[in-house]
């Protein structure tokens, strides 16, 4: 395993009761962070939190929904109230759903819009205040490469990614006075649950193989090694930016 030195720093994690989420607790603990598992399970959160402290680690489960306003606020108090500050935020909750746009209802468009944007925007709101009070912080934002390329029927989940790449450079503009740095990573096709209906199609799966470069998908670990690099501190200069993390998926 790759080492970042991470000690003690309180990160929060979003979405981060199975997959890419999972993948990035379970690194940043093991380089030393404290890290808070946010997800709508509870349970789940606790799961990896039982993981994180097999292995010496420090965690805490929280349960989150990030389009529950009141929810996010009473997270942040909670972690700030445990821990005394907060370093990290990992934006990582997100939902996929591929429909023709015409044929979607709008209670799903509002859906994946507030998970995947509104969830982001809020809790960086609120956390936001806690990192200027100490002059420092670490936010990744988790985009996806369908920010940038085109995915069959996903219309608004590509639109939801591209505006997350869009709102880490702007951000990253603001809060560097604060030296609040501001990142993106955007994951090709990976291994979790939320791609196992692609990839277990054959046809769909060679299809996405074909397009990436490297011949195989990406798993967690990937995404993880890439986060972890930017939340620490020596990324101190790299801000507002997009970390592509595909297989060279996007080379094209």
Do not use: H
């Not at 989420?21 to 606790?46: H, P, R, S, W, Y």
């Not at 907060?86 to 709008?106: C, H, R, S, Y």
């Not at 397009?211 to 967690?220: E, N």
């Amino acid at each position: 395993m790759n080492q970042y030195d991470l000690k003690d720093k309180v990160a929060i994690i979003t979405g981060a009761r199975r997959g890419i989420g999972e993948g990035i607790a379970l690194m940043f603990a093991a380089n030393g962070a404290k890290v808070v598992v946010t997800d709508i399970d509870e349970k789940d959160c606790q799961r990896v939190v039982d993981k994180i402290a097999k292995e010496g680690g420090k965690g805490l489960a929280l349960e989150l929904d990030v389009t529950n306003e009141k929810n996010i606020q009473k997270v942040v108090k909670r972690v700030v109230s445990e821990y005394g500050r907060i370093d990290i935020l990992v934006n990582n909750a997100g939902i996929f759903i591929q429909e023709e746009l015409d044929k979607m209802e709008v209670s799903t468009i509002d859906k994946m819009l507030n998970v995947n944007l509104r969830g982001v925007l809020l809790c960086t709101k609120y956390v936001i205040p806690e990192m200027k009070q100490q002059n420092y912080g670490k936010i990744i934002n988790i985009a996806s490469i369908a920010g940038f390329v085109s995915f069959d029927l996903s219309g608004v989940y590509c639109a939801t990614k591209g505006a997350i790449v869009n709102l880490t450079r702007e951000l990253a503009m603001e809060l560097s006075k604060y030296r609040i740095n501001v990142n993106a990573v955007a994951p090709g096709v990976i291994e979790t649950p939320m791609t196992e209906n692609l990839r277990s199609d054959k046809g769909i799966a060679d299809v996405l193989l074909s397009k990436i470069p490297y011949g195989r998908y990406g798993i967690p670990k990937d995404i993880a090694n890439a986060a972890a690099f930017l939340v620490s501190d020596d990324s101190d200069y790299i801000t507002g930016q997009t970390v592509v993390v595909d297989g060279g998926w996007t080379i094209y």
